[in-house]
């Protein structure tokens, strides 16, 4: 234990410059889906998309998950499996309203 010292990790600026322009990249993306009509469900999936890379490259960059230990890695991944599960959960009620038969009479 004595030969083991934890030494901090650092990214250089070239790194650094690259993720800034692809999340610079991802925004132009996102703002010109933005301007497109696919249709509500077509273009809510591109924006999505686009959301879940930008926060990709921001945990993994900014928050030190690339650099870090696989326990580390290991509840950032829990963390998108959590999320995944929220969607999913939102989705499914969202999908399930229109079997509903609203009666306006009671």
């Given at each position: 234990m004595a030969g083991k010292t934890h030494q901090p990790h650092y990214l250089d600026d070239k790194t650094y410059f690259m993720v800034f322009g692809a999340l610079m990249v991802f925004l132009f993306l996102t703002v010109g889906a933005a301007q497109v009509d696919l249709g509500a469900a077509v273009n809510n999936v591109i924006a999505l998309a686009i959301a879940i890379i930008k926060a990709y490259i921001v945990v993994k960059f900014f928050m030190g998950v690339?650099?870090?230990?696989?326990?580390?890695?290991?509840?950032?991944?829990?963390?998108?499996?959590?999320?995944?599960?929220?969607?999913?959960?939102?989705?499914?009620?969202?999908?399930?309203?229109?079997?509903v038969d609203h009666n306006p009479g009671w």
């Open positions: 690339k650099m870090a230990t696989k326990l580390t890695f290991l509840w950032a991944v829990a963390g998108f499996v959590c999320l995944l599960i929220l969607f999913g959960l939102a989705f499914s009620d969202y999908g399930s309203r229109g079997w």
